[in-house]
């Protein structure tokens, strides 16, 4: 009865929350990339009275953490929150004793034993410390070595500094050094290294980077309290570390309350201090997570049935009717996708129910990311992503919460079992993010291409309308690399705009439109599919370098099994003549000049295909033909990537026309079989091209490429 009358008491003070929410009373802040977190209350105001008492006899106790005063007095707050909200009935009457008494230093030890007796977290929660591990992972943390961002640092001595960022001192600066830095995935590996050979020295290492983040962290809330950061924190990497580190004997009693009263703090923080977005689902998971683990605290319950009842809203604000999350991004679609299902795993292992409309949008978010995989059970890399697999989107986890289908098998076995997806043809439009899913069929070798007709997205955009990206196989022959790490160099700036795109310059300017960012209504991109093609168009007519000079369709049509025409009309708007320039971009330095076609080359990747990019502009048109790589001035042929692909040079295929007023690119893509033969283009007397290709036939109307 008593456990039933907290829920009511809960979900009433959560519908408040929400009310409050609505009223305007907390408001979501835009996450951004640069933006820290908010100041949090001013520790000082009063402390010349507080101290004398509660507050004062915490700082003198934490003069064994630090000397810092500002500091001592920042955690002492969080010993206060702590020991204001810990429910003494359950934690004990050690604890409640020691309270009544004003004797902090009994009730801190009251708490530390206390916690170190709570129960080992279950597997299925996510957070156990028991599992795999990885020795030479751990003996790297120890030492104080990291790799971030794909910057590799050794703090000397193993003394770890939250604050500092290697960027800083050979470049490009990336503030995300530090961000991500101190989400601390590394104490998920560190924690189950220590269960899996309880060697103490892992502990050791865990408490004195603990006590570091406490004291280096408690002032700098810009580089270690941004929202995202606490609510990765409590989602996961600290839970598991308390989980693994509880009961060392190397942890004293300070560091663990410290530890949990932070995690605290940090909750308490996030339920007045949100974003939106993906953002917005980290900070509610980690929420819900650290409520749910540690429910002696009187503002669990509430705060855990504040998120359960946002949950559904916040997602349905950020997941398009085709199922991808907004910003358009797999990357973030799978961030999004992956802190709902979380809650839901945990919800249902604590035996609360689930809205079932909000399952039905998460398999509907599942449902996109398959549709829109690539042959090599890959992601395209669309606006900002690192490479996504697939199986990825279908964990256990999801299974779990969703139950199994068909198609989930497949792509978890790499189509061992299971069936493939079932629909009129195996591609697929999304028809909100705009993502054209061109596909000869389901298997490992098909023939692919990602056309993008859509909106920017919400957030983590790029500037590549009309951007094509194609596969054979496990191969990406036409790439887009995903736009590179979030530093702040010259070269990020490229990889985001249309010049690393294919796409088309114009007077050698390139796309800068800055809406729409979401499509509320489907898109109409003449979309057709059937065995012998598919179609699909659109038409850029925004700016190009800030100005409305021309207008650019682009045509598809995917001669199934196994080539693409793509037909860009570049139609003058101000009256006047313009350069026009069409870019293809290939991962590699080499290409071959084909001496079959005028202004066509061949890639030279060297692996189990390539791509053969034929021109078909006519006779008599003035273009020009450019390979280039590695070019600084201007920057040009250079894959920035993510994943580990470092910036690379690579290479730009470009044609271009000169001062005319319109004009149309015609071109042929087809992946070659290292080794065999190119296609065969004739024009019939009826105007119509016939191409021969891998033993079959085709007729193309160029006109009318829809039929």
């Known amino acids: ?55 004062g006899q915490l700082i003198n106790m934490l003069s064994g953490v630090t000397e810092d005063k500002k500091v001592a007095t920042r955690l002492a707050t969080y010993l206060e929150g702590l020991f204001d909200k810990l429910d003494g009935e359950i934690v004990g009457k050690e604890y409640t004793d020691a309270l009544a008494n004003e004797d902090y230093s009994a009730a801190l030890k009251a708490c530390a034993a206390y916690f170190r007796s709570k129960p080992d977290f279950a597997k299925e929660t996510g957070f156990s410390a028991k599992g795999n591990f990885d020795t030479w992972s751990a003996l790297n943390c120890v030492e104080g070595t990291f790799t971030v961002v794909d910057v590799k640092w050794t703090f000397p001595n193993g003394d770890v500094d939250f604050l500092f960022n290697p960027t800083s001192i050979n470049g490009p600066l990336n503030k995300e050094w530090v961000w991500q830095f101190n989400r601390h995935q590394y104490w998920n590996n560190l924690a189950r290294t220590y269960v899996g050979t309880n060697n103490e020295k892992y502990a050791e290492a865990f408490g004195s980077q603990m006590r570091n983040w406490l004291t280096q962290s408690a002032l700098a809330t810009k580089d270690t309290w941004r929202t995202i950061e606490c ?16 009961k060392s004997p190397s942890i004293d009693d300070m560091t663990l309350v410290l530890m949990v009263a ?72 799978w961030v999004t996708l992956y802190n709902a299902l979380n809650f ?115 957030a983590h955009i790029h500037q590549d309308m009309l951007n094509i990206i194609i596969f054979k196989g496990n191969q990406q022959l036409i790439y887009d690399d995903g736009g590179g790490q979030y530093d702040q160099s010259e070269y990020r700036q490229y990889a985001i705009s249309g010049y690393a795109h294919n796409t088309v310059l114009v007077d050698g300017l390139a796309q800068t439109r800055e809406e729409p960012k979401v499509s509320t209504e489907p898109i109409d991109a003449g979309w057709i599919t059937n065995d012998v093609f598919d179609y699909a168009t659109a038409t850029y007519d925004s700016t190009f370098g800030g100005a409305k000079s021309a207008t650019h369709k682009r045509e598809v049509r995917f001669c199934k099994p196994g080539f693409f025409i793509v037909v860009d009309t570049l139609t003058s708007v101000d009256g006047a003549a313009h350069d026009y320039e069409l870019l293809f971009h ?20 060297g692996g189990e295909y390539e791509i053969a990019i034929i021109s078909l502009d006519g006779d008599g048109a003035d273009v020009k033909l450019e390979c280039v790589s590695g070019s600084t001035d201007p920057i040009k042929g250079w894959y920035n990537g993510r994943n580990g692909e470092v910036l690379h040079e690579a290479m730009t295929v470009s044609r271009k026309v000169s001062a005319t007023e319109n004009f149309k690119f015609i071109t042929l893509l087809a992946p070659i079989k290292a080794g065999g033969e190119l296609p065969t283009v004739t024009k019939n007397d009826d105007g119509t091209l016939g191409v021969t290709f891998e033993g079959q036939s085709y007729t193309v109307d160029l006109d009318n490429l829809n039929k």
């Open 231 to 246: 609510g990765l924190r409590l989602g996961g990497t600290w839970l598991v570390a308390f989980d693994g580190f509880k």
């Open 1 to 55: 009865m008593k456990k039933h009358l907290k829920r009511l008491v809960a979900l009433a003070l959560a519908t408040l929350m929400l009310l409050m929410t609505a009223c305007g009373t907390q408001k979501p802040a835009e996450p951004s990339d640069t933006d820290g977190a908010e100041t949090l209350d001013n520790t000082e105001k009063g402390s010349d009275v507080v101290e004398k008492g509660r507050r």
């Open 344 to 458: 839901c795993s945990l919800s249902k292992s604590l035996g609360y129910s689930v809205d079932e409309e909000l399952l039905g949008i998460l398999r509907n978010m599942i449902n996109a990311a398959i549709l829109l995989s690539t042959p090599a059970l890959t992601q395209p890399s669309t606006n900002d992503t690192y490479t996504k697999k697939t199986p990825e989107y279908i964990a256990q986890k999801a299974i779990d919460v969703l139950g199994n289908l068909p198609e989930y098998d497949y792509i978890l076995s790499n189509r061992q079992k299971g069936t493939a997806p079932q629909g009129e043809t195996a591609s697929a439009f999304l028809d909100h993010a705009g993502f054209v899913a061109m596909r000869s069929d389901w298997g490992a070798d098909a023939t692919y291409m990602c056309f993008d007709v859509g909106p920017l997205g919400k």
């Open 262 to 333: 932070a995690m605290h703090a940090q909750s308490t923080y996030l339920t007045k201090n949100y974003s939106s977005g993906n953002w917005l689902m980290m900070e509610m998971n980690g929420v819900f997570c650290f409520s749910a683990m540690f429910d002696e605290f009187t503002d669990s319950e509430p705060n855990r049935a504040y998120v359960e009842q946002r949950m559904l809203s916040d997602v349905k604000a950020q997941v398009l009717a085709d199922g991808m999350q907004y910003e358009l991004s797999p990357d973030y679609h």
């Open 586 to 605: 290939l991962d590699t330095t080499k290409a071959k000049i084909l001496e079959e076609y005028e202004n066509s080359v061949i890639s030279e990747y």
